[in-house]
Nanobody, 126 residues
Framework: QEQLVESGGGLVQPGGSLRLSCAVS????????IGWFRQAPGKEREGISC????????YYADSVKGRFTISRDNSKNAVDLQLNSLKPEDTAVYYC???????????????????WGQGTQVTVSS
């Protein structure tokens, strides 16, 4: 059984929007903080946002603050990432991941996240 499955990537023009979704297994949903990361070609994987098991615990990297919004959808056991005002430099493979060390969003250090989805491609281009 896959524990984290991303969906929602695609091709979008600069200034456009996308909504990514990460389907989370039941156990992870109840106990683990979920983070979103991205990796562009030739670059390190970067943490961009995370959310704890309660909606009050969230964090955004400066590169996406004010443009991206993370949320939990309790009806689907999914963590969504709304991407607005997209730029070409947002082009990357986007991954969701689970941090078994905390129920709160405390870290975007990728080594703290032990479980990863397969990724979804986001391409921002005209």
């Amino acid at each position: 059984q896959e524990q984290l499955v991303e969906s929602g990537g695609g091709l979008v023009q600069p200034g456009g929007s996308l909504r990514l979704s990460c389907a989370v297994s039941a156990f992870f949903w109840d106990y683990y903080a979920i983070g979103w990361f991205r990796q562009a070609p030739g670059k390190e994987r970067e943490g961009i946002s995370c959310i704890g098991t309660s909606d009050s615990s969230t964090y955004y990297a400066d590169s996406v603050k004010g443009r991206f919004t993370i949320s939990r959808d309790n009806s689907k056991n999914a963590v969504d990432l709304q991407l607005n005002s997209l730029k070409p430099e947002d082009t990357a493979v986007y991954y969701c991941a689970a941090d078994p060390g905390s129920a709160d969003c405390q870290s975007l250090i990728k080594t703290d996240y032990d479980y990863w989805g397969q990724g979804t491609q986001v391409t921002v281009s005209s």
